[in-house]
């Protein structure tokens, strides 16, 4: 009799999950590199997370990634190894299920976001001026790390509500200035890097309504959000002159360093990626 050697399992863990753009990306990525592997949607409620990150492994996954809402939970359960970039952000969205036994926990949201301007806005020099960043979620967490670790000199943030955004000053130290959110827009003179992390502009979401006429020319806008791709906030920084980059870069960059852990091959994110998701 012969043994088979198991085909490695990965997914993403989310609640709801349906919406997600993962699964039509990884699945991409696999039949591109003709690996032998299977990537899957899990609805896990956060009632049954720490119970099924023990399954899982046994069923054949070598990791998932984890989103909306466990991102932050999974940091609080017994034995999980946190690596240093997730404890700082606070949260992780990428799991590697070790052969002893044991789960890893990272976060590539701040790599995928520095990836996806270098290589849509190749001429961005993150210390050439101030950063200016809109929200003070989790997103905004993996970002800030990220453009302190690059060297942007000043990083100022609005939030609609202010103690978040305290929060933020007191983790990443002197280089966080806060403003108050009806006051948002003064956060733009002189700013280099602009960047909104909440969900305003979303497709059913309310609009981004902060006036933007402080915006530099020469600035590089981004917008987290990908559906719709080209937001208003986009939309509006592109007609003055910035160069803008849109949020399904991000996407893509932070899945590639797990993909590479899990199956073996370091994808590529080019065109035909995207049209993949796009398409799906």
Not at 172 to 191: H, T
Not at 228 to 239: G, H, R
């Amino acid at each position: 009799m012969t043994d088979h050697p198991r085909v490695p399992l990965a997914g993403v863990i989310g609640h709801p999950i349906a919406h997600s753009r993962s699964p039509a990306l990884h699945g991409y990525w696999l039949k591109r590199y003709g690996i032998r592997g299977h990537y899957v949607p899990l609805d896990i409620a956060p009632s049954d997370l720490a119970q099924m990150l023990q399954v899982l492994p046994r069923l054949g996954f070598v990791g998932v990634n984890i989103t909306i809402p466990h991102k932050e939970a999974i940091l609080k359960i017994p034995d999980v190894i946190i690596t240093d970039r997730a404890a700082l952000i606070g949260a992780a969205n990428t799991l590697i299920f070790r052969k002893d036994g044991r789960i890893q926990a990272d976060n590539t949201d701040g790599s995928g976001f520095i990836a996806n301007l270098r290589q849509n806005a190749p001429h961005w020099v993150p210390s050439a001026g101030p950063a200016a960043i809109f929200g003070a979620g989790g997103a905004a967490r993996a970002v800030i790390a990220a453009l302190i670790e690059v060297g942007v000199p000043e990083i100022r943030i609005a939030n609609r509500t202010r103690p978040r955004a305290e929060a933020l000053r007191s983790d990443f130290g002197a280089k966080v200035v806060v403003s108050e959110w009806v006051q948002a827009s003064s956060m733009l003179e002189d700013a280099m890097t602009v960047v909104n992390t909440t969900s305003l502009g979303m497709t059913g979401k309310p609009d981004f309504r902060v006036p933007l006429e402080g915006l530099r020319s020469d600035a590089v806008v981004t917008d987290l959000v990908y559906t719709p791709l080209m937001t208003q906030f986009l939309i509006e920084a592109q007609a003055m002159g910035c160069t803008v980059v849109d949020g399904l870069g991000m996407l893509l960059h932070q899945a590639a360093p797990g993909f590479e852990r899990w199956f073996g091959q370091r994808p590529e994110v080019d065109d035909a990626t995207r049209r993949a998701v796009l398409s799906a």
